[in-house]
């Protein structure tokens, strides 16, 4: 998908510091609270957070910010707290002029998110966290060891910023992307040094460490969906699980992978890309693009829209199961949508199914 279009204004939080946020794509707003390792600058030439722009603006305009102290946010002069990351987030909402809105946050985003959902609950229509925790390595508790861990990661972070050698940028993104294909990690570790300095990654960190919303989880009343990789090394597994448990009706979807950061390349992206088309409220679609789909097409697609599943519809139609799947794929893309939920909603807004649904 080509770049799409992107408008960068700033705003200034409560203590002044001055925020840049961005808005691209077109349809419903997501504000999106993305990991600190992005710059709006150059978001759209990663390899690793391209991807995640293509799939959220194809329906929807995503308003998202450099967190202060990094990108083109202020970066000099400035505190770093939970509650002003909270803060920067209020400033960015009011200043976009946003009205009931999807957000789509993770790691220490979701932390924030959180807190703002439970503050603002007229304001998030839905909330998705990716690599959420209840609190910070620093609240749960540390072994001997784990505690040696947290001082070597801090240390490679002070040397490692401001030194060329990529071993240092490698370690780092190797944490959060185990399994990522050598182009990703290059990408990555090129972000590394564009987005902050290294005493501000250090707050940056040490803040996530010491965060804590158990008290303010269990008062997210909007519909949540939780998704969080099974073998996470920045995040366990069991954090997001116990978010999970403590939003009421939220939704929890593990997801099979290393990797706190997802790439598009890894089976999980496409477990993960479902999980949201079913979640999110369908955009607004014109109906005329129905007009395109072909005599065939339009026949699975009134059998798609009854319920029926491939193998039911080849055995209707005497065709083969291939061809069926040739067929719903062909019709997926037409559509512009990437699940069957997403394509049964479409076809019976159009009044597809009605003969005999199920």
Known sequence: MAQAAQQIRFCASRDGARIAYATCGKGPAIVWIGHWIRHLKFDW???????????????????????????????????????????????????????????IAMASGATVAIAYAARHPDQVSHLVLWGSQTCGWLIRGRSARQAEQADARLKMIELGWPNDNPAYGQFFTM?????????????????????SSPNTTLKLVRTYWESDVRELIPKVRCPTLVLHAREDAIVPFEEGRAVASLIPGAHFVPLESRNHVL?????????????????????????????ELTAREREIVELVAQGLDNGEISAQLKISDKTVRNHVSIIFSKLEVASRAQAVALARDAGFGRRSAR
């Not at 944490?175 to 987005?195: G, Q, V, W």
């Open 45 to 103: 030439d990663s390899l690793v957070w391209r991807p995640w722009l293509s799939m959220l603006t194809r329906d929807h305009s995503v308003i998202r910010y450099d967190w202060r102290g990094c990108g083109l946010s202020d970066r000099d002069g400035i505190e770093f707290s939970a509650e002003k990351y909270v803060q920067d987030c209020e400033a960015v909402v009011e200043a976009a002029q946003l009205k009931p809105f999807v957000m």
């Open 175 to 195: 944490l959060h992307m185990p399994d990522a294909r050598p182009e990703h990690i290059r990408s990555y570790n090129d972000l590394l040094r564009l987005t």
């Open 263 to 291: 790439v598009e390349t890894e089976p999980a992206w496409q477990q993960m890309v479902e999980a949201l088309s079913d979640f999110l409220p369908a955009a607004p679609r014109p109906l005329a693009v129905l007009d």
